[in-house]
């Protein structure tokens, strides 16, 4: 090979491995963003009480940081919030800092959904990880939200 096919054959190498470090780097940003819109408001005590007293049926899921399972049901949960579109609220809460509240709604093991219904009443506790299509089939069976 003469010295320009050489210098020729680089260049494209060259040209190929930035196209391909460019492609990834959108890839790798746009997930990013994506996993930025999917997380829920972490409430405390006095905010759940507020939601309950809105009138507004919604899911609270409470986690906790160490549960890989909550990592991954909470991507489902926003999924099930923009569905609902402000009709329904869905958040979390972290069960270990928030003591009283997991005793109240009796949360033995996370992660555990627990529906309201528009009177601020459960409706329903459910523990463990669902997609977001079967957590929006609940929601339609249990009626309270439209």
Sequence with gaps: M???KTRYALAAIVLVAL???VFFAIGYFRSRA???DLSLLDIDSAQLDGLLASGQPGVVEFYTTTCPW???LEP????VEAEYDGRLF???MNAQKHYAESARYSIKVVPTMVFFNELGSVESTV???MEAP???????GMGIAR
Excluded: M, P, Q, Y
């Design 76 to 79: 489902e949960l926003a999924k």
């Design 70 to 72: 909550c990592t991954k």
């Design 90 to 92: 869905v958040v979390k």
């Design 19 to 21: 196209a391909a470090a």
């Design 127 to 129: 523990e463990g990880f």
């Design 134 to 140: 079967d957590i929006i089939g609940l929601i339609k």
């Design 2 to 4: 003469d010295n320009s």
């Design 34 to 36: 994506a996993k930025a």
